[in-house]
Each structure stands twice: as structure tokens, then as C-alpha cells.
């Protein structure tokens, strides 16, 4: 019974001491100088040295800059748009090297019909200025031309009746006074009176039309014209929308085949954006053949000169976790290096739980220090981040702590005995506690009291 618990204990402080970070602790096994019951007791020296508490988790590497390419093709009722060809994976590329080419042999043919189409909405703007241009004219040339014409016309017209008129009366009058003195008879006279009403009808006509003229032909003659060019003004600015939407169309497929044609738009490593299912496996990889859908992407360009570690932290750590906290970061892909990194930013709220009763977790963005060439997207990192630096305080490991009567107990080797002491504690970092009263540094303490609760007697509690 006693070897077993020999060999627990050692294995437990050799545990200890690979662990590090919280100072060397120097342990020995009781040969003699005890009594038999604790010979088999390890214990361990209370020290005073540099104490680091921290938080331990993984993440995954990624750049903090990286830029998503997209397709920007539009499908138009395909299944997509295929790949022609493309840039390996892992290529490091400038801005404007290429990346990839998509089909536009479809987008080219749309491009020229569209072009045709614009150069007849074109035509049809020429044409609608021509007519409204016609219009105008017409407009200018009644008002400035015939208007006048008319009007001088009607005028002469009226001019001739009234000295039609009075040649008619005066030529009546005449006529009364001979048929008076018995030169004419009365039937000659009737012709001359007949001759009068009709030139006076003949004026009152004359008058009838250069007023009608004046008061509605000329006016009404000047809005059909100007309906006219309303007319044409509409059509001309129904022309010029349609050419309008045309050219839009047209610089649409300009762009589109534009978009055929990817490049890179700044530094950075090609990554394939292939999307995996929910088992994991591969649903759609980047490849020439595959075919596209609008807005899907394609690559991740990461900066990897600004590479950082997407980690999670349980909630009852995050209370210790701040922005600018010191990091030590380890990669599987590279054993034995150790990468410094500075904590950027910790997420104000938890992240959503993946399922029920799921821990609650925060996210923490660490910025990595000079990353080197071993540092790559996608990599899992497992991070330390350090909470807490202490240059000198004594400690010792958690494991020498027992409680017991709700204080806390160390087993002191002193003078061949073990005596339980009651000690005040401080933070632990999960291997090593603060000892703030109870011990001094150079004592030496059991590392595992718990099997030795029973042969040692707890000193009874003083009550106030």
C-alpha cells in the first residue's frame, strides 16, 4: 500500500516539474527520519518565484486582412458560370496578377447584339430631333411667314369689298336720279339696288373673315404647331431613355465579360473558397470545368504578414482575459517553436451556442508577432495567454492544499513530524497557488496530503 502511494506521488511531482512556469520546486522522499506511517510521504519546497496565471484554449490561424473574391457573374438562367482555368492553390500573387477565367463566350455574343441595338436607338434619337427640329420650323414659319400672308391677304380682301361697296352705292345713287328724270327704267334700277346688297354681303364676308382669322384660325393654327412639338419633344425624350437603358445594358455586359476575367486585387496567398457539408466532406471544389454562381465565393487572399489566432474562451476564464495581454502560441505543425503573440480584442458578448446546454464561450482575437514562414491559414494554434505576472511571491503546488473544516491545510514536514497548518492562499493557475500566511519559503509540504488526511490531526478551530 505504501509503494503504491510512493509511486503515485512520484509521478505526480515529476508531472509538476515538466510542467513548469512556476518555479522549481525541490522534493525528497522520507527514508527514515519520519516514523513508518509517513514513509512512503513526498514532499515538495515552498519557494518564492516568478508566478504566471494563464488562460489555456485553441483556435485557428487566419490573416486579419483577408480579402474574399467573388463571382460577379451573373448566371441568366444557367447553372452558373464555368471555370476555363485558374491559378493553383497556394500561389502568392500581386495586385492585377491573374487568378482566373470564366466562360463569356455567351456575354460576348449578348455584348454585340446590344451594341446593334444601341446603334438603332441611336438612329431612332437622330430621327425624333430631326422631326422636333421640323416642327419648330414649321411653327416659326407660320408665325414669321404665312401668318402674315394670310392675314395681308384677308386685309386686301376686305379692302376690295368696302370699295366694291361704295362704287355700288354711289353707282345707285345715280341710277335713282336718271330713273327719276325717265333715263332708266325701273328694272335697271332694281339691278343697281341688287348690286348694292351684294357688295355689301360681299363686305360684311370680308369683315366676318379677317375677324374669325384674327380671333381663332391664327391662334388656333399656333397650337396645333406647338401640340406638335410637345409631341415631338416626347418622343425625343423617349428616345433618348431607351438609348439610355441601352447603353446601360450595354456597359452591363462590358462589365460582365470584365468580370470573366479575375485578378488579384492587392498581395496575398491563393486559398480555394471550397465549401464542405456539414459531415465535413467536400460539396464544392474550386477547379477548371466547375461552374459558378453569382455572388458564391472563390478565393481568400490572406495578407499573411498579418496573420491572428480566431480563439474561444470559456465565460469563467473571460473575466481574466484583456486587450493587450502578452500570448505564447504553439502550432502542431511546429513542434518545439514557441510564437509571441498580443491579445487585440475580446468579444463584449458570447457567442451563440452550438447546441442546448452548450458552454457558454467568447471569442478572443490574438494578433501574432512576427509570424514567419510556419504560419499559415488554417492551422490550429493552441494558446496561452498570460493573465497574470508575479516577479517574486512564495508558492506551491495545488495538490499540496487540502481543505478541511472550510480552511485550508498544508501537511508540514518538520523535525520528523507532519503537521497540518492552516495557510491564507492567493491565485492559482490551475498547477501552483499563492501562499499568503501559514508557510515560509524553504518549508517543505506534502504534495499529496489527501492520503495521509487520516494519520494527521487537523489543530481545532479557535471560534470567536
Known amino acids: 500500500m505504501q509503494r503504491r502511494g510512493f509511486i503515485r506521488a512520484t509521478l505526480l511531482v ?10 522549481i520546486y525541490v522534493w525528497q522522499q522520507s527514508l527514515g527520519a519520519a516514523s513508518d506511517r509517513f514513509a512512503g510521504a ?62 463569356d463566350s455567351l456575354l460576348r455574343n449578348q455584348q454585340v447584339e446590344q451594341q446593334i441595338q444601341v446603334a438603332r436607338d441611336q438612329a431612332a434619337v437622330i430621327q425624333s430631333q430631326s422631326d422636333l427640329a421640323t416642327a419648330r420650323g414649321m411653327l416659326n414659319e407660320f408665325e414669321k411667314g404665312v401668318a402674315a400672308q394670310e392675314l395681308a391677304a ?14 355700288a352705292s354711289e353707282y345707285l ?3 335713282q336720279t336718271l330713273n327719276r328724270k325717265g333715263f332708266i327704267t325701273r328694272t335697271q334700277l332694281e339691278a343697281d339696288e341688287f348690286a348694292v346688297e351684294k357688295a355689301r354681303q360681299a363686305l360684311d364676308l370680308a369683315i366676318l373673315k379677317l375677324d374669325v382669322y384674327e380671333k381663332y384660325t391664327h391662334q388656333r393654327t399656333i397650337e396645333g404647331f406647338k401640340l406638335e412639338i410637345a409631341k415631338q419633344e416626347a418622343n425625343l425624350d423617349a428616345a433618348n431613355y431607351t438609348l439610355k437603358l441601352s447603353q446601360q445594358r450595354e456597359s452591363e455586359f462590358e462589365q460582365q465579360v470584365d468580370n470573366c476575367r479575375i485578378t488579384a486585387p492587392s498581395t496575398g496567398t491563393v486559398i480555394y473558397a471550397n465549401e464542405v457539408d456539414r459531415r465535413g466532406d467536400a460539396s464544392f471544389v474550386i477547379e477548371e470545368g466547375s461552374n459558378l454562381r453569382d455572388g458564391q465565393p472563390i478565393f481568400y487572399l490572406p495578407d499573411t504578414s498579418r496573420m491572428q489566432v480566431r480563439a474561444t474562451v470559456n465565460e469563467s476564464k473571460i473575466g481574466s482575459v484583456d486587450p493587450g495581454q502578452d500570448v505564447k502560441i504553439s502550432l502542431d505543425s511546429a513542434p518545439g517553436k514557441v510564437f509571441e503573440g498580443k491579445v487585440r480584442t475580446v468579444a463584449a458578448y458570447p457567442l451563440p451556442r452550438r447546441w442546448f446546454d452548450a458552454p457558454i464561450e467568447y471569442e478572443v482575437i490574438v494578433a501574432l508577432v512576427n509570424p514567419g514562414t510556419d504560419v499559415r491559414t488554417g492551422l490550429r494554434a493552441k494558446i496561452e495567454i498570460l493573465t497574470q505576472i508575479i516577479p517574486s511571491v512564495r508558492q506551491a503546488p495545488i495538490s499540496a492544499v487540502i481543505p478541511h473544516a472550510e480552511e485550508r491545510f498544508v501537511f508540514v514536514r518538520k523535525k520528523g513530524t507532519i503537521e497540518a497548518r492552516a495557510i491564507q492562499t492567493g491565485s492559482n493557475n490551475d498547477r501552483f497557488v499563492i501562499i499568503e500566511s501559514g508557510v515560509e519559503a524553504g518549508e517543505e509540504v506534502l504534495i499529496d496530503p489527501e492520503s495521509y488526511r487520516d494519520q494527521v490531526e487537523f489543530p481545532v478551530a479557535i471560534k470567536p
Open 173 to 175: 345713287t345715280h341710277s
Open 154 to 167: 384677308l386685309k386686301a380682301e376686305l379692302a376690295l369689298a368696302e370699295e366694291g361697296a361704295k362704287r
Open 14 to 23: 515529476s508531472g509538476l516539474l515538466c510542467a513548469g512556469g512556476g518555479g
Open 42 to 103: 513526498v514532499t515538495v519546497q515552498v519557494v518564492e518565484s516568478e508566478f504566471i496565471s494563464s488562460v489555456n484554449e485553441s483556435g485557428e490561424i487566419e490573416s486579419s486582412s483577408n480579402i474574399e473574391i467573388k463571382c460577379r457573374v451573373k448566371s441568366q438562367g444557367r447553372e452558373g458560370t464555368t471555370i476555363l482555368s485558374v491559378v493553383p492553390e497556394g500561389t502568392v500573387v500581386k495586385s492585377g496578377d491573374f487568378l482566373c477565367q470564366l466562360d
